[in-house]
Every structure is written in structure tokens, then in C-alpha cells.
Nanobody
Framework: VQLQASGGGLVHPGGFLRLSCAASRTIFSMYHMGWYRQPPGKQRELVAKVTAGGSENYADSVKGRFSISRDNAKNMVYLEMNSLKAQETAVYYC????????????WGQGTLVTVSS
């Protein structure tokens, strides 16, 4: 599975960004899809996840502001981020994990989100 994340950039605090992740050559619907982020000098952390069955879960820090969605027909997963904060500056990564064979886990190359005035 190859994942291509896009949509990062520079945004002011309180602003909005929409990240996209395209998956290639796979039965996309059989994968849980997640967005993770890694701030400078910190560990990678889960931001949001949408399961193969469509259930969503979010890190507490983004609940109510971020929304994850998937389009199985297009092999795409999205992350809409509202009310962005400076501390959310990070490289955002897309992840695909097979819903049964959980060791089958793939990462995209990451897209940089910079929240700054």
C-alpha cells in the first residue's frame, strides 16, 4: 500500500486546513485509516482514526475541532482541522492498518502543517 498525504501548509492560529491522503492499489475498505502527527522534537501521536467499519475516534485535544472521513470509492481519507493552534504545528502522517492482519501497517510520507501568525 502506498499512501500520499497532501494539503499541509502555513495557516494562522484559528484557521482551517484540510488534509488528504490517497491510497494506491489496495482493497481500501479493509483498512483502518488514521492521521498521526509529530511535532518538532516530540513523539508521533494519534490524531484521529476511522475504522474499516466507519467508526471514528479522536485524540481528546482535537475533539470537536477536527473531523476525519473516508471515501472508499476513491481510496481517500481526509482530515478537516478547524480552530488550529500553534502547538499543533507538526508533520501529519497518514496510516493504513489492515483490519485483521494488524501487522500490515503502512505510512505516508507526511505533510507539514505550520500554525503561526
Amino acid at each position: 500500500v502506498q499512501l500520499q498525504a497532501s494539503g499541509g501548509g502555513l495557516v494562522h492560529p484559528g484557521g482551517f486546513l484540510r488534509l488528504s491522503c490517497a491510497a494506491s492499489r489496495t482493497i481500501f475498505s479493509m483498512y483502518h485509516m488514521g492521521w498521526y502527527r509529530q511535532p518538532p522534537g516530540k513523539q508521533r501521536e494519534l490524531v484521529a482514526k476511522v475504522t474499516a467499519g466507519g467508526s471514528e475516534n479522536y485524540a481528546d485535544s482535537v475533539k470537536g475541532r477536527f473531523s476525519i472521513s473516508r471515501d472508499n470509492a476513491k481510496n481517500m481519507v481526509y482530515l478537516e482541522m478547524n480552530s488550529l493552534k500553534a502547538q499543533e504545528t507538526a508533520v501529519y502522517y497518514c496510516n493504513a492498518q489492515h483490519y485483521i492482519i494488524t501487522t500490515q501497517s503502512y505510512w505516508g510520507q507526511g505533510t507539514l502543517v505550520t500554525v503561526s501568525s
